[in-house]
């Protein structure tokens, strides 16, 4: 490779003089030029009390912090139900109070929180509010008062969502698809309140989530620093941004279809109620259309799969790149995969509905459509291990964590080929090989990015660096547990255990399915268990944890190289960072350090040899 | 392209190798868009997918009912001296909302021209025909009710046909009506100079205010108007 | 170079657009008519085909020019345009699949009250 800034050193003149022409107090020409600013700074409101500063906070790394902290609450909240869901499923009868109906309440809970209020929330709310105005060298978000009001709607929505297990009925026992017509007719657990108020946080999610997504995509669109092009953007921003973009265009179908369900429910009309016949009397419901619900709710569903998966994509990107010492294997590949793959989830929805009953030939499309969505997953999964390869790996938490998600993605992955083919699908549907599929590769795997992110940042946030020895043993039992967990579940599946399924009761060709839901309970305590070395870790790092070095993974992206760690509000101090490189330039020939931060200008680095970027 | 901003230190090209060139560029992606217009442009996006769910769903409805649908252009039919004539208060809705899109129109070109006066008074007769509006809305809705549609049925035909009558037209009324306020809002922030002499801090933002605003509450209408023409086409002429 | 003193007083100036007012004009009395064209289609009761593409032709022309003029999209650089006009594809899958899905719906449903779906 030849030396690329010597070369390029009159290219750069060339088009920097030519660039400060008529500006006024132009500097001499150089290498380092970078245009300046296009928009003035920033104005800030700093908060002065204690409300201002900590509650109804305007600072996106406080309000990240928020979101973080309720989605983790709402998290254990749906740790817990799984475990009385395991204890039901492994020991039958031993919990007396779970009977059928809180058991369907708990899968129903158990999925709706997992998905929208945990995950999404913790990676698109928690993640992106905090670290994306810092990767992309910005004072703040570009709306910090919308901001705010998108935290405290989605706080609204979460109280809204605990409420409905404390009204009289419970909380709506449906599945977290509520498909209608069952959800809100009688026998249905929670048909009453529980799941109008589902439907009412739901929409109220719905509208926090739109306000903080136009802050995420026009703060990542319009207010990055100077020299931050898009193609220098850390993968970590590219995937929380492409999240978002589906998300504000994925959860108006979910909307439109929790206000059309609110009116089946509340003023009686008929849009997804076909004619009824209950105990020999007809309803007054007539002539809708259930399965439109389920078009709609998978057209927001599918995407919804990929908001959590894309950041998780990004992050691990991320992490991997800077704990193997190595570049990010294909960069702009790995951004188009992730723009791709984004774009190709608003073709795919109904092949979760091959057994639906829609229109037969919708299975050939939506196929077609979900293989070719392997292709750009496939390039993403080579990229990372080719990063691997030859690197200067580091086997720290970070990294274990890194390497459990790319097994675990794989894995889950490949059961989402087979299941992704209508024939396979067939058989396969509504067993709980689907239920180790989705749990694999949407569940445990952005589950385990998190945790990697959070061992990754947590010096950022809180200055101090987790402990790596509870660090280690929380990795092994959460990996070997998901695999204990979910790795019998495939073979569950293809001897025909339904899911869903309160009791398996004597079923004679299930007998060892007996045997084997018992250790996979045992296992799911085990997990739930293992997560509390990760409380423990973070409460013993907080009080005598040891104090972070400044960057202490030599990271180049711009979130390490803030003016104080942890970074005060906007972020920079005096002036904003300019970017100079992108965000990859590890173990680079000639370079002093084995790595150079976005900011180290390029006549501090005339003789190494980096990648243009 | 006459509205095209001037950037230091950056060449804007036309056409297509400009959006190659300004999505190349670093700092903002959108070149001289000021943030709240991006946002606006996002959000109408969104909501874009919102009122295409509710159509894309009335299609849906309406194609699989076994029961007949009734007959729009005989059911929104209004008596004008004892002759029944299809449509015509829709028409004159129609009519209402795209006079108050062109009044909104100008209001954002005397906007820009710092013409106080002018952009006042458009957006005070924007807010009028938007007001007008909603008034005809509340009688088309009062007369059907009075006729015996209901949202769970109706004396015409297929109970969906009010079910989805009365959610679209009514999640569109409270877009208008939203509008509406907002434009008596920022008709009195314009009169009260809000936006002259480099501007007065708005609220719930550190932002000086500035005549783009009304370009944002103009993209916002003229959006409501937009959605107004799909239901017109597919609802009522249909 | 510090970031404040680099604004210029040009780009405030130039932020937006202001057009003759013709073209506004002009506009609005296009809308005009092709509403006036869209409610014929009514008032003559076509129907079939014909009423079907009349209504859709001036459906559209009424959204583009809305968009294209009212709300400046033909002024706007392509960045934003496109940005604007992609995810509509997915929409427009929505809908002819959705077409697709209705058909389906109706033919089963007449088949199972009218033939019975004991066979």
């Known amino acids: ?208 989530f739109t306000m903080g997504g136009l802050n995420y995509m026009i703060t990542v669109l319009q207010a990055r620093t100077r020299g931050m092009t898009l193609m220098r953007m850390p993968l970590t921003v590219w995937g929380i941004f492409t999240a978002t973009v589906l998300a504000m265009l994925a959860f108006p179908a979910l909307l439109v279809s929790a206000i059309m369900m609110t009116l089946d429910k509340v003023i009686g009309t008929s849009f997804f109620m076909p004619t ?287 003016s104080t760690q942890p970074p005060e509000h906007g972020n920079f101090g005096e002036r904003l960072p300019v970017v100079h490189r992108w965000p990859y330039d590890f173990s680079v020939p000639g370079a002093k350090d084995d790595f150079i931060p976005q900011t180290t200008p390029p006549s501090e680095m005339v003789h190494t040899k980096v990648e243009k970027t | 392209m006459s509205s095209d901003p001037k950037i230091d230190g950056f060449e804007l090209k036309p056409g297509f190798r400009g959006m190659a060139s300004d999505t190349g560029s670093d700092q903002t992606m959108f070149k001289g868009v000021h943030w709240g217009k991006a946002m606006m442009w996002i959000f109408l996006v969104s909501d874009t997918f919102v009122f295409s769910c509710f159509l894309i769903a009335y299609m849906k409805g309406r194609g699989s009912t076994p029961v007949e649908w009734p007959n729009p252009s005989e059911v929104f039919a209004l008596d004008a001296f004892g002759v029944p004539v299809p449509l015509l208060l829709i028409a004159l809705m129609t009519f209402v909302l795209i006079t108050s899109s062109g009044t909104m129109a100008l209001a954002v070109k005397y906007g820009y021209e710092k013409n106080r006066k002018m952009c006042g008074w458009l957006i005070l007769a924007t807010a009028i025909g938007g007001l007008t509006f909603v008034g005809m809305q509340v009688y088309e809705w009062s007369k059907l009710i009075h006729e015996g549609v209901r949202p769970w049925g109706n004396p015409f035909g297929a109970a969906q046909f009010g079910s989805f009558f009365f959610m679209i037209t009514g999640f569109h009324g409270t877009h208008v009506s939203i509008g509406v306020i907002f434009l008596f809002i920022y008709a009195y922030k314009v009169f009260a100079g809000h936006y002259e002499n480099g501007g007065k801090r708005g609220w719930f933002t550190t932002m000086k205010g500035d005549y783009v605003e009304i370009e944002i509450l103009g993209l916002y209408w003229h959006f409501v108007d937009l959605v107004w023409v799909f239901i017109f086409a597919f609802f009522y002429l249909w | 170079m510090d970031n404040t003193d680099q604004i210029s007083e040009k780009e405030k100036k130039t932020e937006g657009s202001s057009h003759k007012i013709g073209i506004y004009l002009w506009i609005w009395g296009l809308l005009f008519v092709l509403s006036f064209f869209s409610y014929m289609v009514d008032w003559y009761q076509f129907q079939g085909m014909l009423r079907w593409s009349l209504i859709l032709f001036f459906m559209f022309l009424k959204a583009g020019l809305i968009m294209a003029f009212f709300m400046h999209l033909f002024w706007e650089r392509y960045a934003l345009v496109n940005v604007l006009l992609w995810p509509m594809t997915a929409i427009a899958c929505f809908i002819f699949l959705m077409a697709a899905e209705f058909q389906y719906t109706f033919i089963t449903r007449m088949f199972y009250f009218f033939v019975g779906g004991a066979a």
């Open chain 1, 276 to 562: 009824i016949l209950k105990a020999g009397e007809v309803l007054e419901y007539g002539g809708g259309s259930p399965i439109l619900f389920q078009h709609l709710f998978w057209f927001f569903g599918h995407p919804e799969v990929y908001i959590v998966a894309l950041p998780a994509f990004g992050i691990v990107s991320d992490l991997i790149s800077v704990h193997a010492r190595k570049n990010i294997f294909g960069y702009r590949m790995m951004v188009w995969a992730i723009v791709g793959i984004g774009a190709l989830s608003f073709f795919v929805w109904a092949h979760h509905m091959y057994v639906s009953g829609m229109n037969p030939w919708f299975g050939f499309f939506f196929a077609t459509t979900t293989l070719i969505i392997a292709v750009p997953t496939a390039m993403k999964v080579y990229n990372w291990i080719l990063t691997l390869w030859r690197g200067n790996i580091r086997i720290n938490t970070v990294m274990l964590w890194c390497l459990g998600f790319i097994v675990t993605f794989v894995n889950g992955g490949i059961t989402g080929i087979f299941l992704g083919n209508v024939s396979v699908d067939v058989p396969l549907s509504d067993t709980y090989f689907v239920v180790a599929h989705f749990h694999m590769v949407m569940g445990i795997a952005p589950v385990m990015v998190i945790m990697g992110a959070v061992y990754h940042w947590f010096p950022l946030i809180t200055g101090r660096l987790l402990n790596e020895t509870l660090g280690k043993w929380h990795f092994w039992t959460t990996f070997l547990g998901a695999y204990s967990i979910y790795f019998p579940m495939h073979y569950l599946g293809f001897i025909g255990v339904p899911r869903r399924y309160y009791e398996m009761y004597d079923s004679p060709y299930m007998t060892s399915a007996v045997g084997m839901n018992e250790f996979i309970s045992l296992a799911a305590f085990l997990v739930g268990a293992a997560q509390f070395f990760l409380i423990f870790n973070v409460i013993k790092t907080l009080k005598t944890g040891k104090r972070a070095p400044k960057n202490p993974w030599k990271a180049n992206s711009l979130e390490w190289h803030t």
């Open chain 1, 1 to 208: 490779m030849s030396d690329e800034y010597e070369n390029n050193k009159s290219g750069y003149q060339a088009q920097s003089s030519e660039a400060i022409t008529g500006s006024a107090g132009s500097t001499s020409p150089d290498i380092d030029y970078v245009r300046p600013a296009e928009l003035p700074e920033q104005d800030l409101y700093h908060g002065h009390t204690f409300i201002t500063k900590w509650v109804f906070c305007q600072d996106a790394k406080v309000i990240g912090v928020q979101y973080f902290l309720t989605a983790v609450f709402t998290g254990i909240v749906g740790l817990i139900l799984s475990w009385l869901m395991r204890l039901q499923l492994g020991f039958p009868g031993l919990a007396g109070f779970i009977t059928a109906e809180h058991y369907y309440q708990f899968v129903t809970m158990h999925g709706m929180i997992m998905v929208v209020y945990f995950l999404t929330a913790l990676f698109l709310g928690g993640f992106g509010n905090y670290l994306i105005p810092l990767m992309v060298g910005a004072r703040d978000m570009v709306f910090p008062y919308v901001n705010m009001l998108s935290f405290w709607m989605f706080f609204v929505a979460v109280v809204i969502l605990m409420a409905s297990f404390f009204v009289p009925g419970g909380p709506t026992g449906a599945g977290w698809t509520l498909y209608p017509p069952q959800t809100i007719l009688e026998g249905t657990p929670g048909s009453g309140m529980g799941i109008l108020l589902m439907l009412v946080s739901l929409a109220l999610f719905v509208i926090g």
